[in-house]
């Protein structure tokens, strides 16, 4: 965790400084390293966590990829596969690619915003434990040989009580629940703190296109979210108390399982990579040192992704038989969405068209993600049309597909802000070399493994299939994707052995080591827990460079801005904030943060136990909420007068 | 790099068995398809080769604008360098938008034509029920002495339009014959239908799209697409009983097989045997595989899925039956002769 | 303190992990019969019809309270045609399964007998028709019907169409097209 | 770091706010909106599981009494009422108003939820009889959880305005504590005319 200060920079003798220091002090020991609710904190933890769960999916996808490197292949049974390829895809859907989004946006939202945590501290450490909760439980599943093994979408009556018997699809949907409500919280808090929490003068104008991504994709998880409450409670009650939502016999609907769950699932790729564009936005504007152009534009097709998100989810379901104007429809709005991602990477390549162009790491990455990511665009214009996606629906084409639009459009991106924010994470810069070597391994094992799945797809070879007979031909390409994956494997422990050796070694950062725009940099690296000592005011809508006023910012010199201008008067013998106005970020009034806590943890103990005792036995959603409530009592009893937080 | 793909996507394309690919039509609609892939192929890929060379000029430009040590640039310039940008980007939004329009308009009347292809005469009708993990295939027939119940395999004429009525016994299967036309899924309660015609004879290979369960993977079927009187032929021979045994030792296999657990699941018109829990087997000799797909049909491969068909296809539902040594041969040699 | 809750925690996982053993067991490749265990399971529940004396047995089930295997057990009920005279455990042509009181023993061993040897008045004999591990799978799904095996093992309810086809043609459009 | 010559001095702010400007009042408003979404797809969800079945209920399933959750109706609107005055109290800071409204509100709502108890009691299906009774269930169930979670809060509320402790947050926690119940009153309509009068206007031609 990035705790330690390895900065020189500030002075700790100013005694306003050390009673900042003691008021937003954590507490010391295991109690205190779960009352935490400092936002870097938990955002590391985020992080972390998530990461660990990449390794572990990643580790399953090297399974995968040796078990069809060749025809009739019996390194892992059916059963086996099964269990295998859904735990990847729900482990990096679910427990990977969203969690370390909402990480990265807890630990950068609050320092670009220029304040000092997040609305609700606590709410966010309770976000947290419950996702760990979840990690745990399905991992616990895995590792007692019942990992779910219908597919990380859960078709009924294939995950029904009859065709999956045993506790696997109840693990797995009670997971879903888990990091549902651990994504909402962090939802709404991020929402709360980005409308009400901005340093003064941010006007939404102003706002970097990071976080604007971050606002974008918190309001679709709070849209979509619930779809996913919906689906994963059908089939919880249908398994554990015989409810009958998905039964076709007493009424219910399959088909009705497939539109909820799609309607949250295809918001959710955006929920992922919504981020991601936000992640290059900010590379894409440090290293090539130069405005972004069209930032209302990008801002625009952001917010126009968000809502076109919520109308194409039967692009998933164009199989099952559909009205003529249906498909149109939704033919139409699919291939609507690459207007919207087209504006946004002409916007990027015209800012490094005419950017001072510096190489880094974090650029490769951006780079590589715009590779990639074009090329997975595209073929997501091939999966709108529906004659051609009942062609390559269900194939290795759409596997080549998401791949290239996630592991591209996320990974790619997430990998840049990476090598982007480390400095300002831990203090230190990581090895640009070895990250240039990463980077290589990385880009041309991803293309080595999933460019050649394209064409199996077009040569038929459906998706999830176990193994596969030598007389399809499908050999060799697939022998090509598995070394591929190797190659990718080789690259992200290189990513690991850069992330520990420049913990140690790194060249010390400095506050901002990539004369960057935006308000984090103006922090120390690592940051306190304060954040800044004075909270900034935001001058314009990069507030570190100089000609703030003179948007569009010109070619000149990007140059870090020493006398910004800040905002006095907070009281620091508790921690106080800013609250600002919504549009125009005036100061409104000031808000007292609640401090460091047992009782998120306590709390996500007691939530977790219903949770996962009611997959065992319903009466636990009695006894657990029964436990639950007490443990909110808690939380919420005015111990002292000031003490009340959701 | 990119030579390398085009050489293993030249290769990839000339190993792969052409009778179950996208690429390889053999009706009216897949060749349709085919041909809107082929367009779009070009059309997106004159777009990625577009904005990969735009990156590629942006990467060595903005490495040029960062060497040049320039002076500050005046307001006014700047300002003019900014519109001109945000001119080219509005400008290439358009022609994004224009391109898939066309695509869309393309994709659209491609869809409806696919989609009419029954809209005239009066189809033939084969209805599929999915079953984990086998095919049930009926040819459907006002007259009832004309139903045909089958398994597994099918045959039809050329250049005839079938009407394909999906439905499943269990979970949610996908119909998927890539030679001929799209998917279609089996839903547990609800009858989903497609057309296909075939217009070149040829062995197709279907293959069930949808995941749905242990040996999704071995869920395979075929089309056999062949001249009207071949097909009418074949169709009249199916319609028969199974062909009583010629010889004592076929009738010791048929004994044998009735005298087994086989009967509990499978059906051979003619015999006592009438189950219905598993393939149709009254004329099973003729089939080119067994299992759904997993074998070639050849007497050795009988043997070994008769005797531990669970080795063969793990989890499937056929009961491993411990069949004497001295009764299989017999049993095999039956069951072949069911042309 | 820690180490205590470490234990603690650990002895906890460890019993959920035990606990969850059988449940989940997927036995895909059963073994190919073992004619040989009729005869252990004929000796061993040497039981007159209607005699008062439950005989001790001895052999297990070894697919008791997986749930897979209930399931399994649970179609092949229907494949089989159970239901014809037994329906769905409430009884008709043959006794109901779905009671405390067997003619024959409700142990495992006991059902197990039934099955193979068949009884008087109608329940054929199925052994060496049908493979051992078939029956003991229906064997742990006639006792699920009793409740006599663990709840989080037994599916909640059955998920076929078929169930009743009257409701079906009644309630589903399309269905019957 | 020297002072910035450039400074916004803010100590003259309120120290808290009562009102919509308070992040708190945004992060009630938002789980509002979750909530709010969840309950509208689920009817969405309802109302297309009765367009697909030609006879509804089921056959052997019946339609769900009326008089008593229409009844039900009163106090739970009015309950609102007294939401309404509780808020204005904390915004007052008048503690005497706080009390009256956070207890007319405890009272209509606990005869409310009375109410729903005979009533779910006295329910003519189960939640395993059909399609019907899973739905159902599932709306009186989330709904119910909701309801006392809330009374519990507003009892907690209560508790710290009669004993006197309470400070700011206390009155925030009051403001906001009548936002969740305006929703919880608003969304039972819907939720209501789904389930009771929905299947019913939908009858199939």
Known sequence: ?646 | MKRLWFALAALAYSAAAQQQSALNPAGPQSGRIAGLWWFFFYLLGAIFIIVMLIMLRTLMRGHRNAEENQPLENHERAQTRETRLRSIVTVSSVVTVVLLFILLVASISIGKANADLGASGKPMIIQVIGNQWWWQFSYLNDDPSQVLTTANEIHIPIGKTVLIQGQSNDVIHSFWVPNLHGKRDLIPSRVTTEYIRADRPGIYRGQCAEFCGLQHAHMAFYIVAEPEDKFKAWMQAQLQPAVAPATPALAQGQQNFLNYACVYCHQIRGTTASGTNGPDLTHFGSRRTIAAGTLPNTPGNLGGWIVNPQSIKPGNHMATIAVKPDDLQPMIQYLESLK | MASLRYSKSAFFAAALLLASCQREKHDIQPAPTRLAIYGDAARQSALRPGGSVKPQPVVTNPYNASGYDISEGQRLYDWYNCSGCHFAGGGGIGPPLIKKEWIYGGEPANLFDTIVKGRPNGMPSWGGRIPEYQIWQIVAYVRSMNGEQPTSATPTRPDTIETNPQNLVNRVPGATK | MELAPKTLDVSHLEPFDISSQAPLWWGQVLIACIEGTMFCLLIAAFLYTRLRVDVWPLPGDQFPHLTLPTLALIPLILSAVGSFIASEGAKRNDRSRMIFGLTLNLVLAAIFFAMRIVEWHSLNFNWKADIQGSYVWAFLGLHSFDVVGDLVFTLVLIFCVVSGRYGEKQRLGVHVDSVVWYFLVAIWIPIYLAIYWGPKLLESQ
């Open chain 1, 1 to 646: 965790m990035a705790t330690q200060d390895v900065s020189p920079h500030i002075p700790n003798e100013h005694a306003e400084l050390s009673l900042l220091d003691r008021v937003w002090q954590n507490g010391r020991g295991i109690f205190g390293w779960l009352s935490v609710t400092t936002h870097h904190a938990i955002g590391m933890r985020y992080i972390v966590t998530a990461f660990v769960m990449l390794l572990l999916g990643g580790i399953e996808a090297l399974l995968v990829r040796i078990q069809l490197a060749h025809s009739n292949n019996t390194f892992l049974g059916p059963d086996r596969y099964n269990e295998i390829f859904t735990t990847h895809g729900t482990t990096m859907m679910f427990l990977f690619a969203v969690p370390v989004m909402e990480g990265m946006a807890i630990y950068l939202v609050p320092m670009m915003c220029g304040t000092r945590n997040v609305a609700f501290p606590r709410l966010n450490a309770f976000g947290y434990w419950l996702y760990l909760g979840g990690c745990l439980f399905l991992y616990w599943g895995v590792f007692t040989n019942a990992a779910p093994d219908m597919g990380w979408f859960a078709y009924p009556p294939l995950s029904g009580p009859q065709f999956t018997p045993g506790k696997r699809t109840d693990i797995w949907a009670q997971m879903i629940t888990f990091t549902e409500v651990s994504a909402l919280c962090v939802a709404t808090e991020l929402i709360a703190t980005i409308f009400k929490m901005r340093a003064p003068r941010m006007s939404l104008n102003r706002i970097p296109l990071f976080v604007w991504s971050i606002l974008v994709q918190s309001f679709m998880t709070i849209f979509a979210m619930p779809a996913i409450v919906i689906a994963s409670s059908y089939l919880l009650s249908d398994r554990t108390v015989a409810t009958h939502f998905v039964n076709p016999a007493e009424g219910g609907d399959p088909i009705l399982y497939q539109h909820v769950f799609w309607f949250f699932g295809h918001p959710e790729v955006y929920i992922i990579f919504i981020p991601a564009l936000g992640f290059v936005s900010a590379i894409v504007t440090a290293h090539s040192r130069r405005a972004i152009v069209g930032y209302p534009a990008m801002v625009l097709s952001l917010i126009a992704n968000g809502f076109i998100a919520f109308g194409l989810w039967v692009h998933h379901m164009f199989a099952t038989g559909l009205p003529q104007i249906g498909e149109a429809y939704f033919t139409a709005s699919s291939m609507m969405i690459a207007v919207t991602s087209g504006i946004q990477i002409f916007c990027w390549l015209a800012t490094l068209w005419s950017g001072k162009v510096r190489l880094t790491t974090a650029l490769h990455f951006v780079y590589g993600f715009l590779v990639i990511f074009v090329l997975g665009g595209l073929t997501g214009v091939v999966l709108a049309s529906v004659p051609l996606d009942l062609q390559v629906h269900d194939t290795f084409f759409v596997v080549a597909h998401f791949h290239y639009v996630l592991i591209g459009g996320a990974l790619f991106p997430l990998f840049g802000a990476l090598y982007h924010w480390y400095p300002k994470m831990t203090g230190r810069m990581m090895s640009e070399r070895l990250g240039k070597i990463n980077f290589w391994f990385l880009f041309i094992g991803f293309n080595l493994t999933f460019f050649p799945m394209h064409i199996l797809g077009l040569h038929g070879m459906p998706r999830r299939v176990y193994t596969y007979g030598p007389e399809m031909g499908w050999d060799n390409l697939n022998l090509l994707a598995t070394i591929g994956a190797f190659i990718i494997a080789i690259g992200g422990i290189l990513f690991l052995v850069n992330v520990f050796w420049s913990r140690r070694h790194g060249r010390i950062a400095g506050n901002n080591p990539w004369e960057a725009d935006s308000l984090e940099w103006a922090a120390a690296s690592p940051p306190k827990n304060y954040n800044f000592e004075f909270l900034p005011v935001a001058t314009s809508r990069y507030p570190l460079w100089v000609a703030p006023e003179s948007e569009p910012a010109s070619l000149s010199k990007a140059k870090t801005q020493p006398d910004r201008a800040v905002v006095t008067g907070l009281r620091n013998d508790r921690r106080e904030v800013l609250v600002t106005t919504l549009m125009d970020a005036e100061p409104h009034h000031r808000y007292v943060l609640p401090g460091s806590s047992i009782w998120p943890f306590i709390t996500a103990i007691c939530v977790s136990i219903g949770f996962i005792g009611s997959v065992f036995n319903p009466w636990y959603i009695i006894s657990g909420s029964i436990i639950s409530g007490l443990a909110l009592l808690g939380w919420f009893w005015p111990r002292k007068l000031l003490e009340l937080e959701p």
